[in-house]
């Protein structure tokens, strides 16, 4: 994607991002992808001391998921959750269902409970793009993120409160306001090397580490 290019405007009013997806799928190099092979891997070599490309940090993929409890009382809430995420990151997500029961929450293994997506390749760098892009810079009083929110495997973790920082969700139709966890996985298991590949693309982190 470019900046700015978000995808056709529904007739509702807002962009979808499946639809952006599908159209542009075939045909060129998203603009993060290709900032990776042409300058993002040079910096790395030389920043980490390493020839072999392959022995660089590499995205891998992005999970974007949604937790619904209130779900289980009325299940049109999965069903709009369902639906913006699928608009936002081109692809259809999946039913996630509870592993165990918890009696205090009325919950029993099975239960729907949520969706999330598995991104990769192109729709992996569109996503990201957007989300640098467009989304982060709507959060309120946003500072950046948390530098610190990595696994200790190479793996970033950042969550959102609403769903409509997206330009892709009208926030006049939306029913109920959701949160939703995106977790991206790198081929590292050093926290400062993901940093590092992260920082690269744009990741816009917190300059205080206190």
Known sequence: MRTGQ???????????????SQDHETMSTPRLQQQYQEKILGKLAADLGRTNPHAL???????VSMGVGKSMQDRKLLEEAVTHLARITGQQPQITRSRRSIAQFKLRVGMEVGCRVTLRKHRMYEFLDRLISLALPRVRDFRGVNPKAFDGRGNFSLGLN?????PEINADNVKSIQGMNITMVTSTTSDEEARALLTEFGIPFRKDLN
């Open 57 to 63: 940090p590499r995205l891998e993929k992005i999970v």
């Open 162 to 166: 609403e769903q409509v920082v997206f």
């Open 6 to 20: 978000v995808g056709r405007e529904t007739p509702e009013g807002h962009h979808d991002a499946s639809r952006f």
